[in-house]
């Protein structure tokens, strides 16, 4: 086991939960801490359930503002008068896109990962994702990954584990990990409704992924 120190950018939801587990498997539970973003979301939901997975494993969970997106304004995550697209757009991108998001919570965890001597940053960005996030393609990461090795002098590893996983798949990674019993702790309906509303983009993609994978959402057992 490594004694390396890593950093899980920690969002609440299925996957960045998925890839805390990975960690504690990877690089063991002392190694281990996370971080959450505030960045005027308007589901604040997110953020305590991200702080209590964290609590479940056994991990800090530290929250760092950033306010720069709802001031931007456009999307529909940080504007609440902006309708959430019900359907993932053909072409183009859909309204949930907050442009930069992943960059700036990569380039900040990056800098407090920095102060403290943590090498390894955790992410659960997929390039499957049906949304198509440039920012969470391969090529954007391993770019960013350069950036930062760059303009920090430092050697740290930008770790996506479920970059080319579907749905499906990292359903069964979870069951593996056994963070199962921690995805009932989780995020994901767009709309904030908990149990969720399960018409939502994000709904239904997690529910497509545990159909696949024939295994019960413990979210909706709750
Ligand atoms: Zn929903």
Same mark, same amino acid.
């Given at each position: 086991m490594s004694e390396n120190k890593a950093l899980v950018v920690l969002s609440g939801g299925q996957d960045s939960t998925t890839c805390l587990y990975w960690a504690l498997d990877r690089f063991g539970s002392d190694n281990v801490s996370t971080v959450s973003f505030?960045?005027? $979301?308007?589901?604040?939901?997110e953020l305590e359930c991200a702080a209590s997975i964290a609590r479940q494993a056994r991990v800090s969970n530290t929250c760092l503002p950033i306010d720069t997106f709802a001031a931007i304004g456009g999307d529909a995550l940080t504007d609440n008068d902006i309708d959430i697209d019900k359907n993932a757009s053909a072409g183009g991108l859909p309204n949930t896109f907050v442009p930069g998001r992943n960059i700036i919570f990569l380039t900040f965890a990056a800098a407090y990962a920095y102060q403290r001597g943590i090498d390894n940053l955790v992410t659960g960005v997929a $390039?499957?994702?049906?949304?198509?996030?440039?920012?969470?393609r391969e090529a954007t990461i391993r770019a960013l990954q350069q950036t930062l090795r760059a303009g920090m002098e430092s050697a740290i590893v930008i770790h996506t584990p479920l970059m080319q996983l579907s749905k499906k798949e990292t359903v069964q990674l979870a069951v593996t990990l056994g963070a199962l019993p921690a995805l009932a702790l989780t995020h994901t309906c767009y709309e904030g409704e908990r149990p969720p509303c399960g018409q939502c983009p994000a709904c239904k993609l997690r529910a497509k992924g545990f159909a696949e994978a024939g295994i019960e959402d413990p979210l909706l057992r709750a």
């Open positions: 505030d960045y005027g $979301q308007r589901h604040r939901v $390039q499957t994702d049906f949304s198509g996030y440039p920012d969470c």
